[in-house]
């Protein structure tokens, strides 16, 4: 028997790859999808990177595959919009090796910039297929039956697991690895690889667009008939005419409410894309209703819909569409209170009437670490963008918690690398105010190095803040090109950011974050300087830093006098660290001791000299 | 047999430890066991919640449906307020007297409960809780960050279906070993406390 481990769903997916023998692999960080990359440094024989970005990483996915290895890219929804480009050209021409792209989306925005359904752009829009898992050990055996279809089909597969997939544990059988092939093999195929307006002459000179399209089409309907039999899709028995069709975690929620409901209605899985037809319609004929059940976008429902229209079926199809929620994680509590909407004779088992709890439950936002570089240079910006009435583009990373109450410092938080082009379009618009933006270092490799270079071509006015931490702290610490290793850990050249500015010909400075009097006066210079201006905000992520035992401060026991203290609330309302606390009885601010890092910043925040 | 358990807290208190220790412990009894937790943004400082379910069943969802946990761990106070609704009215709770003031209460625009206003309100949807200081006596025996292996002990005090030895023995074996005297305190103080 195999050895089972409990694993999260994300090592999961690695050892599918692992044991489906697959030699490269490259993505970029992003929650919830950051586990499955770092999970094949345990397996020291499959290449793997941190790319600087997904479209990169797709990229070096697909050269892979072309040389006859099986390959996979990793990211976050984000990440796919990242290479849109890459995508829509690869389906065109196919794949040689196995190649897997694995999307994980993030239903509710728990750990995302937005909420976004990955199906629509790689199933609607490049017509590739689709597995949408119920759960880790199927993500698994997805993952190796992606790779088998996909060197007998020629096309690249889709995993699109959600965050309570990726974020899951469980215990997985670990089974025997497939010996990756010993060496790649590159055999020139111009009809496909070569995607431009050439004439095909075999094809009576139609545009190789065209013919590629045409493929695409063909490979589109091989894919439905192959997924006729997918052990992935299947149907239970049930009584009445109201089916329930479950899509990858929407099924687990489907049996999970079932085991309260009073009746067994018919379910349908449907964890693949194209939907197998033929299955579907042996599901909905004859029944009155079918109720879809799929996280984030109404994409199963609308293909079933087009599929009852197509066969003059008149069923009623409900879903993602209004039926239910159109937003937001599904639950097992949503699909019971859909079922019951549409059967009203449904009774449930185990009812636990509400009681309400008779007061407000004050939300909680996130912000920075206590103690955290990112807090001081916010302070600092903000005090010298308010001085000179400045506007601040900000960009993702821990930072960006910036932009919330208490600081409210940044103006917009849109994609990755996005604050530099903002900046540059706002000063081009005439604005008199001078522009910011703010980026952290991995982002900036990501895109905002695209960015810099345009402002600089351009000579954009403008003050950009990099804050170098030496990592992507986000999504838990992973190595880019400005940390000096690799994901292995094994030393990598660093890029140098000041001589890169220099080389850009844009003024370059570096400052100490946890210097606040210089880091503002540098600012403050940056301002009124001509041109470009990068200023460096330099200081590791206290996290890693505390884990290797180093401290980028030097320690510092504060207290708050009360005698001085006068509340305020600039500590509060300008800086904002968690560990300052105010009392609003006492009208004035003390430290909690339990939570202090003693990096000493409040001490330098405090206009009274309350805090020593 | 099955068990639900929540473990609620705010990003950087340890969830994920305590979570891993009783996953590791339903484990070696030969449950099946099904979890899901909060990584990314939300670790830094805000609501984190792991689920934990055990049962000899098929577990379907990793998240546990409202009303059907038999155990919540309230790291912190509010969060656990915040998500009582999990428990169903014969579970219990464990609340850890401790607050971390949120964004908005601390500059005024929101009001953080009193305890006192937290724990009526919590009885008054649960029967069955308890209160210990576990953040107090963590920082007592080396550091606030131990609190989630204090709660640890006092659930083994609680509920039969921990074994205090064989719990302890996981917490021994998963600590790192910079923490390993100071979390086998803590353990044993959590449970002393109840």
Redesign the interface.
Known sequence: MAEQKYIMGNYAITRGAVEAGVRVVAGYPGTPATEILEGFTEYPHVHAQWSNNEKVALEVATGASLANVRSMAVMKHNGANVCTDMLMHLNFTGVSGGMVLVSADDPGGLSSQNEEDSRILVHTYANLPVFDPSNALEAKQMVKEAYELSEKTQMCFVLRPVMRVCHSRSDIPFEDCLEPEAAARWEDDRERYIMSAVEVRQMGGIKRPQARHRWLNQKYREIVDIFEESPFNHIEPGDGNTGLIGCGMGYTYVKEAARDFDRTYPVMKLNTLPVPERKVLSFIQGKMRVIVFEEIEPVVENLIKQLCNDHHLQVEVLGRSGFYASDGELTAQVVSDTVRRADPELRLRNEVPDIPLGIDVPVRTRTQCVGCAHRAMLYSVKRVARKYKGIVFGDIGCHDAGSFKPLELQSTIYCMGSSIPMATGAHFAGEKRPVFSIIGDSTFFHMGVNGLINAAYQNARQVIVLADNGTTAMTGFQPHAGSGVNLQGQPAHKVDIKGLGESLGVHVHTVDPYDLESTRETLGKAVEEDGVSLVVVSAPCLLTASRKGEQPFEKRRVEVDGEKCTGCMVCVNEFGCPALVFDAGGEKVHVDELSCVQCGLCAQVCLQGAIS | MKKDIAIVG???QGTLFAA?VL??YA?ARGH????????????????VISHMRISDQPI????I???RADVLLGLEA??L??N??VL??GGFYILNR?C??????????????SME??V??LK??VKKGYEIPA??KA?ELGN?QMTNVVMLGALTKIDDFFEYSDIRKLVEEMSPPKFLKNNMACFEAGYSLL
């Open positions: 705010v990003g950087g891993n996953c590791q484990m099946q066991v099904l979890g899901t937790e909060t990584i990314g943004a939300a670790q830094r400082g805000g609501s379907y969802s990793p998240l449906p409202k009303h509010l969060e307020l915040r009582v609704k169903n009215p401790f971390v003031p949120t964004v908005y209460s601390n500059l005024g625009i929101d009001r953080y409960p206003e937290i009526t309100a008054r949807v953040t107090q920082a606030a």
